[in-house]
């Protein structure tokens, strides 16, 4: 048992490494890599926790270490990212330092996390890596789609500004946002059950979509994150209309 206990630590390392290598990538220009390896460190986040679970593996180290963590991979790595494609569009080094804001936020997102009871099962606020799937897909869409729309947003002073304060805000605020791990014994008339289905056809029919057009597959990676904040804010407004009456 005593190695068994650090399969979870090992993996969340695993994590750490895919960000701190998808920075070095970001400042090489390739930032089609940087974005593989952001997937890859999700990939991790989501394993060690269900390693931690599986093994019965769960301690104040690993929680501290899975933090730090997404803090690089998830914080700083696509802020970086936008920061390298704004400032290769633009050439304006100081709106390209803009988007370095997520990287703030993201941290104070995951130290409120961890002193935060009411955050256990599902989420008050953004997720890091749902904040960060959304920058780092734009940034590989744009960067592997040269002659899209959204190419002539990344040149956008008003764009780059607006998007990264609405990451920003959503990461820190308190509107409540379901998460996606489908558990033993939820009901599935639940309203978060509901959602998390939703969301799951939401990314199939993007797929589609996506595959029908064309596009670049990333885009639905980006339409499902989108749609995840949509989702949640409907929720909310349903709820507190439903109380009012």
């Not at 009871?117 to 599902?122: A, I, K, P």
Request: proline letters at 4%.
């Amino acid at each position: 048992m005593g190695i068994v206990k650090h399969i979870p630590n090992t993996i969340t390392s695993m994590n750490l490494l895919c960000g701190a290598m998808g920075v070095i990538f970001s400042f090489q220009g390739r930032l089609d890599i940087a974005f593989y390896l952001m997937l890859g460190a999700a990939a991790c986040d989501f394993m060690d926790g269900f390693a931690a679970r599986l093994l019965h593996a769960y301690s104040p180290l690993g929680k501290e270490l899975d933090s730090l963590a997404d803090a690089i991979s998830f914080g700083l790595l696509p802020s970086l990212m936008l920061h390298c494609l704004i400032l290769e569009e633009t050439g304006n080094t100081l709106i390209s330092c803009i988007p370095l804001l997520i990287a703030v936020f993201s941290a104070l997102r995951l130290a409120k996390f961890n002193i935060d009871d009411e955050q256990s099962e599902n989420f008050l606020g953004l997720p890091t890596p749902a904040s960060a799937m959304i920058a780092g897909s734009f940034v590989h869409y744009v960067s592997c789609t040269p002659d899209s729309i959204m190419h002539a947003w990344a040149g956008s002073s008003v764009f780059v500004i607006v998007g990264t304060l609405v990451l920003s805000l959503l990461m820190t605020s308190r509107i409540p946002m379901f998460s996606m791990k489908f558990k033993k014994g939820t009901k599935a008339a639940s309203p978060v059950q509901k959602m998390r289905i939703a969301l799951v056809g939401i990314f199939c029919c993007c797929t589609g979509l996506i595959i029908l057009l064309g596009l670049t597959w990333s885009m639905i990676i980006l339409l499902t994150f989108v749609f995840y904040i949509l989702v949640n804010v409907i929720n909310l407004i349903s709820t507190a209309r439903r109380k009012a009456k």
